[in-house]
């Protein structure tokens, strides 16, 4: 999609011929990440063995064209062999993908009842190629053994529309609309991606620090994987961020007997606010202890305890 430079962050917003292109870019990719050698007349070639890559967005939508198999209907446009393919598919709308190989042969692909004759026959798209029957997607052979996977959710697609809109609302400011972003989605991982979609600009930690400095006079503050933070966001029961990721959440000042998980910084004890608690400047916590600079490390109440 491309969000840093089009600020798009769904699928819909593609323009027909770059869904068409959804394909080669997967291809590209993990040519590059598994470092595979080109094919003779397929996509790569591994162990000596030609394999196509087959992307598609919805679990069984492969396009499986003519040189792929053997046909004795294909004439010259036959393939030189039943070749294998590596089977990709992904939905962001439901956080699904999986991957898979199965050997390509023609009583695999779907076949379909000539209305007049009723003699079975080839069936065909426009474009002259066939999908894998119902029966040949049980003889794939999935990689993690199963078809579907947990995705990492497209966080923007799964936004209210009131609260997506408000966060790119400020056609100007990259700055501004991640502020928006780490206000209004709290509690949960934000990827780089999604910062560069909202910011549409190349420095994602950069605009993720600032936003940092920005919103904790508004109680907010933003953790990072550097540092005290995963251990702020472990002691609040907060998904621990990793590289590339964070997590906003909106403190209030409690009393050592709330029952809410909490820490302890700047002399008081801090926990996620509820939403009807008033606003109150959040403490400072660094991304790194530096030296020379005073830095006082959170404690969770067992560790109180032990000192």
Wanted: charged share 30%.
């Amino acid at each position: 999609m491309d969000g840093q430079r089009t600020g798009r962050w769904c699928y819909q917003q593609l323009t027909k011929t770059e869904k068409t292109h959804l394909g080669t870019v997967v291809e590209v990719n993990l040519t590059k990440e598994f470092e595979l050698a080109d094919g003779v007349d397929l996509d790569w070639n591994i162990s000596g063995i030609d394999l196509d890559c087959k992307f598609s967005k919805s679990l069984g939508g492969w396009e499986i064209p003519m040189e792929m198999y053997l046909c004795p209907a294909h004439d010259e446009r036959s393939g030189k062999a039943d070749h294998p393919a590596l089977l990709v598919w992904l939905c962001d709308d439901h956080n699904l993908w999986g991957a898979g190989i199965i050997q390509i042969t023609d009583d695999r692909l779907g076949w379909t009842k000539d209305k007049n004759t009723g003699l079975l026959r080839r069936r065909y798209n426009r474009d002259n190629k066939r999908t894998l029957s119902v029966e040949a997607r049980d003889q794939i052979c999935w990689l993690w053994d199963r078809p579907d996977h947990a995705l990492p959710e497209n966080t923007l697609r799964h936004l209210d529309d009131g609260v997506r809109a408000n966060i790119f609302a400020d056609r100007r400011s990259g700055q501004k609309r991640t502020n928006e972003l780490f206000s209004r989605v709290r509690n949960v991982i934000i990827r780089r991606a999604t910062v560069l979609t909202v910011a549409k600009q190349d420095d994602a930690p950069k605009r993720a620090r600032d936003a940092r400095l920005q919103l904790r006079g508004q109680g907010i503050i933003v953790l990072g994987h550097q540092g005290v933070h995963p251990k702020v966001a472990a002691l609040l029961g907060l998904e621990i961020p990793t590289k590339g990721e964070w997590i906003s959440v909106r403190l209030a000042p409690v009393e050592v007997e709330d029952q809410r998980p909490k820490f302890w910084h700047s002399g008081r004890w801090w926990a996620k606010a509820d939403p009807a608690e008033p606003e109150t400047p959040a403490p400072d916590i660094a991304d790194i202890a530096r030296p020379g600079r005073h830095f006082e490390v959170p404690l969770g109440p067992d560790e109180m305890a032990e000192l």
